[in-house]
């Protein structure tokens, strides 16, 4: 299984800590799926399933900082799909626990699906109206 996703100007939301950010997220999940491919050690995939979750933590963090202190009007779609995304992956984790190796397929489809379709829909929303405001 050899899928990678390649970071491209195309996903850029137009500030530079959140693309950082967003790109740092993609490398995390590049490096599950390749650390998939290559080892059914529960614990690699645990690490780098951990790491994904308390970066996404962190980048939520930023972005709705952000989008508060300028008053986005959108603001609560965006901490309620943050929320979704944190209710899904703990309940990916749980069965993470219980089944192991068997569950991760499913969950990189669900990191790869939710993070395209996120960056590339709500987040791309709010990037002109970051940068009206000075936050580039």
């Keep these: ?10 996903f850029s939301v137009g ?14 999940l590049n490096k599950l799926y390749s650390t998939f ?15 994904l979750i308390d970066y996404a933590s962190q980048h939520f ?4 900082g952000l989008l508060e202190k300028y008053k986005y009007h959108d603001l609560i779609t965006q901490r309620s799909e943050h929320s979704l995304y944190q209710q899904k992956i703990n309940g990916f984790m749980q ?5 192991g190796h068997a569950v991760v397929l ?3 489809g ?25 936050v580039f």
């Design 1 to 10: 299984m050899k899928r990678e996703i390649i970071w491209n100007e195309a």
């Design 15 to 28: 500030v530079k800590i959140l693309d950082q950010q967003h790109q740092k997220i993609l490398d995390e």
């Design 37 to 51: 491919d290559t080892t059914s050690e529960k614990e690699d995939l645990a690490i780098i399933l951990n790491n």
């Design 61 to 64: 963090s930023t972005e709705e």
């Design 95 to 99: 069965r993470f626990e219980a089944e």
């Design 106 to 108: 499913e969950t990189i």
């Design 110 to 134: 669900f990191l790869a699906d939710w993070w395209m379709g996120h960056i590339q829909g709500c987040d791309k929303e709010y990037s002109r109206f970051l940068n009206n405001n000075g």
